[in-house]
């Protein structure tokens, strides 16, 4: 009887734990660990109550024993799923990594669906579900976009070496100034790195609004769209490689050859 009581107990605190939880808005990960671990005291708590009321104590003390053995043999056995199991606690109260963010981790990227006591589900951006262990994200660096509003995004390109490479300066950090507006300290920044085999490369560097690497994607797209409408109005070029084969130069030689023959 006091065994039943006590799983009551534990499902009706476990409810109050759900929702002072819910208040403080902690993330799903650690309320249902949280409840887990909750639910599981109480009810030892209340089977050692019950074995004590019984009078069962040398029963209680083989019970401790035999437990610890068993234990220790399904510790052994169970070594990567118990290794999952404890990664996924320690992911559940990281703020690091929390449901919805954007993740790039073990080669894949998306937003995190889940975090359980075994693994992490990510949907990566063609809707597909990847379940990573517990274990290669502890143990893994990993990526996260959504702990920061505002990134930084990178951008490539080449210029003619007839430019005037002062003027492309001016007018791409200004097209990409138009558009992104910097805040605080930032600002675009444009760099030459070297001479390439048809053009002079440059980087140029600006920040922007970004929690999802859609965001640096389209970016992207809008500096790519706004650099070369100004290169257009400007008469810049952004030259391509160009391969010339010529076959004229190496040309097969056939020789004759006399064998003279002495009687």
């Known amino acids: 009887m006091p065994f039943i009581v006590f799983i009551f107990i534990a499902k009706y605190v476990s409810k109050i734990l759900n929702r002072l939880l819910l208040r403080r808005k902690i993330q799903h990960s650690v309320r249902d660990i949280s409840i887990r671990i909750l639910k599981l005291v109480i009810i030892s708590f209340g089977f050692f109550i019950a074995l004590g009321l019984l009078n069962l104590d040398k029963l209680l003390t083989s019970i401790l024993a035999g437990a610890g053995v068993v234990g220790l043999a399904i510790g052994l056995a169970l070594q990567g799923t118990l290794s999952n199991t404890v990664s996924g606690v320690i992911l559940s109260f990281l703020p690091e990594i929390q449901i919805g963010d954007w993740v790039e981790t073990n080669g894949y990227a998306g937003e995190v669906l889940e975090v359980n006591l075994r693994n ?28 920061t509003k505002r990134s930084r995004v990178m951008l490539t390109c080449g210029v003619g070496y007839e430019s005037d490479l002062e003027k492309v300066q001016e007018i791409t950090t200004e097209a990409i100034s138009k558009i992104f507006k910097q805040k605080g300290n930032e600002q675009v920044e444009f760099a030459y790195e070297g001479f390439g085999d048809s053009s002079i490369n440059y980087v140029i560097r600006f920040w922007t609004d970004c929690t999802k690497q859609r965001d640096i994607l389209f970016a992207k797209h809008k500096a790519i769209l706004a650099i070369k409408k100004a290169y257009n109005e400007h008469d810049i070029n952004i030259p391509f490689p160009i391969r010339t084969l010529d076959f004229g130069k190496n040309k097969f030689r056939s020789e004759t050859i006399h064998i003279s023959s002495k009687d």
């Open 120 to 147: 992490i589900v990510i949907k990566q951006n063609d809707n597909n579900h990847v379940v990573i262990p517990n274990t290669k994200i502890v143990e893994d660096a990993f990526k996260n976009f959504s702990r």
